[in-house]
């Protein structure tokens, strides 16, 4: 299975500010990753898929890029609805494998 | 408007059955493939088992944790996907969601999640 690892776990910020989140494949995906954001008690709500291709409805604050085995997510101006878990995912080969999660808070 | 909605979780002792539902609404069902992620509590997300379509003749594809005691199902008629859970575990405790994969320029994604249904493993 191909493993997926996020950086940083947590995240501490304030309202505004710009934040990235990276995640990284163990081996080659292509552009084969979605982001996904989960606030406590719901269900994850897509944000990107193919690397860097924002999912309908999703604000332009967000962006992803990233190719083969390293990608980012950005959060270019921190609103309080931004404060949640975020995962990425590989959809490259079966299983599509999770990482383990950014926890981003409020400073 | 779409709309997933699981139900039948709950408390099953170790070694039980239990069999999740999730009713599909606001898209055509019989397009999509189906797949079930689940939740450990506190934990990230694992992709549990999948059905493809029609069209790839209902395909499954299953986590290496849940083989041979998991499997997914689905009616068409009824807008429908299943997930008989067999010989459970405590370790398969967690919140389980159904969620539609879509395909967007050849790549996969879910794009719209249930709000989840808990299942219990304990004695």
């Known amino acids: 299975d191909i493993q997926m690892t996020q950086s940083p776990s947590s995240l501490s910020a304030s309202l505004g500010d710009r934040v990235t989140i990276t995640c990284r494949a163990s081996?080659?995906?292509?552009?084969?990753l979605n982001w996904y954001q989960q606030r406590p008690g719901k269900a994850p709500k897509l944000l990107i898929y193919?690397?860097?291709t924002l999912h309908s409805g999703v604000p332009s604050r967000f962006s992803g890029s990233g190719s083969e085995t390293d990608f980012t997510l950005t959060v270019s101006s921190l609103q309080p609805e931004d404060f949640a878990t975020y995962y990425c995912?590989?959809?490259?080969?079966?299983?599509?494998?999770f990482g383990p999660g950014t926890n981003l808070e409020i400073k | 408007e779409v709309q997933l909605v699981e139900s039948g979780g709950g408390l099953v002792q170790p070694g039980g059955s239990l069999r999740l539902s999730c009713a599909a609404s606001?898209?055509?069902?019989?397009?999509?493939?189906m797949d079930w992620v689940r939740q450990a509590p506190g934990r990230g997300l694992e992709c549990v088992g999948r059905?493809?379509?029609?069209?790839?003749?209902?395909?499954?594809?299953?986590a290496a944790s849940v083989k041979g005691r998991f499997t997914v199902s689905r009616d068409d008629s009824k807008n429908s996907v299943y997930l008989q859970m067999d010989s459970l575990k405590t370790e398969d405790t967690a919140v389980y969601f159904c969620?539609?994969?879509?395909f967007g320029g050849g790549y996969y994604y879910f794009d719209y999640w249930g709000q989840g249904a808990l299942v219990t493993v304990s004695s």
């Open positions: 059905i493809r379509n029609k069209a790839k003749s209902y395909t499954t594809e299953y």
């Open positions: 606001g898209f055509i069902f019989s397009d999509h493939y």
């Open positions: 969620a539609r994969g879509s």
């Open positions: 995912q590989q959809s490259y080969s079966n299983p599509h494998t």
């Open positions: 081996q080659t995906i292509g552009t084969s």
């Open positions: 193919a690397a860097s």
